[in-house]
C-alpha cells in the first residue's frame, strides 16, 4: 500500500478507510490513536459505521503538508493494513 491512495486536496492529505463493521472502524481507530500520540501529530478524523474518513496537515506550518502529515499517513495506512490481515 502506498501513497497512492491518499489525494492531496485543498492542502491536506485525505483518505477514507473502509472496513467490515463499525466495530473494526472503531479498533481502527483505538489502534491508530496509539500511534497518533506516539508521532504527537493529530489528525481531523470522523466516523460513520464503517468508515474511518482522515484529513492531513501541519498546523504550525500553516496548514499545509508536510512531512509529518506523509508520515503519519504512512503510519496510518501500516496500522490499516496490520487490521487487515487479522
Not at 486536496?9 to 472496513?19: A, E, G, M, R, W
Not at 473494526?24 to 501529530?41: K, Q, Y
Not at 504512512?74 to 487487515?84: E, M, R, T, W
Amino acid at each position: 500500500m502506498g501513497m497512492d491512495t491518499w489525494k492531496l486536496k485543498d492542502n491536506q492529505l485525505t483518505k477514507t478507510f473502509v472496513f467490515a463493521s463499525f466495530e473494526a472502524a472503531m479498533d481502527f481507530m483505538v489502534r491508530a490513536g496509539r500511534v497518533i500520540g506516539e508521532m504527537d501529530h493529530h489528525p481531523r478524523w470522523t466516523n460513520l459505521y464503517n468508515r474511518v474518513e482522515v484529513w492531513l496537515c501541519t498546523h504550525d506550518a500553516g496548514d499545509v503538508v508536510t512531512q509529518k502529515d506523509y508520515d503519519l499517513a504512512a503510519a496510518l495506512d501500516a496500522v490499516f493494513a496490520g487490521d487487515q490481515r487479522n
